[in-house]
């Protein structure tokens, strides 16, 4: 019998649902695609139609999340009043909010990719295309009405967005301050950084070298911690220097 896409897509969501479940509960290796198969109610071939391995499941999760995250922030109140930075920040705190109930699969997920880091290679990583062009959007909104300077390298920006997102999803999962106020601070900063070098137009001089920073440094960085808070206070001190 044929399926609509609105089942396939139910579908869909039922599995990587149910895949969360299981391996927050058995662990990684031991939930297999059988199983969440046959927990989520559909044959054991079929599941394959969908996910051709347990690897892909971890991706969708995130792109799933994704997707719900962009969905949410829109419908925040007064959304199309928030200046780029909360809006940036919205976004946010809206995908740790939606991750926050499966922190402990999140934390699994990330033991899997540190292992396989080609999975979360830039054309690999969940939900890329569809956040840059909401970045660029973003971005391109602020510039028309002139809450930042002329941006060339919208489509830069928009792609490390999501380096920078998981990145904080990261050190979110080490965070152990209350509440979490170390990543809120953090966060805080960081796009103040970004939306202060936005409007003094220094992102234009400094694109290249700031992206080749961020590729090479900002993983290393996120994964120890220590002192990154202050190195950022430093670099929006600075920023504020130049404006």
């Known amino acids: 019998m044929k399926t609509s896409k609105s089942q396939q897509e139910q579908t869909r969501r039922t599995l990587i649902r149910t895949a969360v479940d299981l391996i927050t509960e058995k662990g990684y290796d031991a939930a297999t695609m059988k199983q969440i198969a046959r927990e989520a109610g559909i044959g054991d071939a079929t599941i394959y139609k969908y996910f051709p391995s347990k690897e892909k499941i971890l991706l969708a999760y995130y792109e799933l999340c994704i997707e719900i ?5 829109q419908e925040t109140p007064g959304w199309d009043e ?3 930075q909360e809006k940036l920040q919205r976004l946010v705190d ?3 909010e939606l991750l926050l109930g499966d922190r402990e699969f999140v934390e699994i997920t990330r033991d899997i990719f540190g292992k396989s880091p080609l999975l979360m290679m830039r054309d690999n990583m969940p939900g890329q295309q569809t956040l840059k062009q909401e970045i ?3 971005l391109e909104e602020a510039e028309h009405r002139g809450d930042i300077s002329p941006c060339d390298f919208k489509n830069l920006i928009g792609g490390l967005f999501g380096d920078y997102l ?4 990261a050190y979110w999962l080490k965070d ?4 979490f106020s170390n990543t809120t601070q953090l966060v805080d900063m960081t796009l103040a950084i970004l939306v202060m070098a936005l409007k003094s137009g220094i992102v234009n001089k400094v694109s290249e070298l700031a992206s080749f920073m961020l590729r090479n440094q900002l993983s290393r960085i996120m994964q120890n911690g220590s002192g990154l808070l202050e190195m950022v206070k430093l670099v929006r001190n600075g920023l504020g220097d130049v404006r």
């Open 94 to 96: 809206a995908l740790l």
């Open 136 to 138: 660029i959007s973003l």
């Open 166 to 169: 998981f990145a904080v999803i």
């Open 176 to 179: 152990d301050s209350e509440e």
């Open 69 to 73: 995250t962009l969905e949410v922030v």
């Open 82 to 84: 928030f200046t780029l």
